[in-house]
């Protein structure tokens, strides 16, 4: 029985690598990643050499016989996903139960995380946190999935390109305009910002903009009296 490492890394600021991630890359013998490219370059900065391999979502399966192969071999696993924490809208699940299936250990390696980083400068949003990640880029089936989250009445967190936030921030907008938004935009990056306010108020901040950048996570808050819109004439 051998051992696979899942190895959160950073979502922007390299300094927030865990000194245990990084001892953890230095003594495992093979390091699988969702983009091999990108983790070899996090790799160069702390001049780390390892072997990698490829273990993205759309060879998951194939990848995990791969990596279990290695683990039935005696040798060591580290995966790390592109940026965050793997399994968290990132390739990971799969690979975690099929190399549990096979009788490995799997050993978490806790560390940066758009979702958690967000909440802790959310501020107040209910004991209930819905961790949604990206709605469907289809505008019927993103405002159908908005509106029973919002009627829940709890706190719900999103990620979203810089293509589709305004239309995101509209959706919600439109749907409860009062409920309380916070917008994390490139978090841990050299040009992080984080906005706060009603849902027509960040939207108005936003669609204001000439040019949107950057990778947003948005905390959606709580609101135990909610009062969600009927749908009209989407589509």
């Not at 899942?6 to 990084?22: E, F, K, Q, W």
């Not at 039935?72 to 580290?78: F, I, L, N, R, Y």
């Not at 790390?80 to 050993?107: F, N, Q, Y």
């Not at 409860?176 to 916070?182: A, C, Q």
Request: glycine fraction near 8%; charged fraction near 25%.
């Amino acid at each position: 029985m051998s051992t696979l490492y899942i190895a959160a890394t950073p979502i922007g600021n390299l300094g927030d690598i865990t000194v245990r991630v990084l001892e953890t890359f230095k003594t495992v013998d093979v390091i699988a990643a969702e983009d091999t490219r990108h983790t070899l370059q996090l790799l160069t900065h702390f001049e780390i050499r390892k072997p990698l391999i490829s273990c993205r979502a759309q060879n998951e399966e194939e990848a995990s016989k791969k990596v279990i192969a290695l683990l039935d071999e005696g040798k060591t696993v580290a995966f790390a996903s592109d940026a965050g924490t793997p399994g968290i809208s990132d390739p990971g699940a799969v690979l975690v139960k099929r190399v549990r299936e096979a009788g490995h250990t799997v050993v978490p390696l806790p560390g940066a995380s758009a979702f958690a980083t967000l909440i802790s400068v959310a501020g107040p949003g209910g004991k209930t946190i819905v961790f949604e990640g990206f709605l469907s880029p289809k505008p019927g089936r993103r405002r159908s999935r908005l509106r029973e989250l919002l009627a829940t009445g709890w706190a719900f967190v999103l990620y979203e390109s810089p293509y589709r936030i305004v239309k995101l921030l509209q959706d919600i907008a439109d749907i409860e305009s009062g409920r309380n938004v916070v917008v994390g935009r490139e978090l841990t990056k050299l040009h992080e910002e984080i906005v706060e306010g009603s849902a027509a108020e960040v939207l108005e901040n936003f669609s204001s903009r000439s040019k949107i950048l950057g990778e947003f996570a948005i905390f959606v808050a709580g609101n135990k009296n909610a009062q969600v819109l009927e749908e009209t004439s989407d589509t």
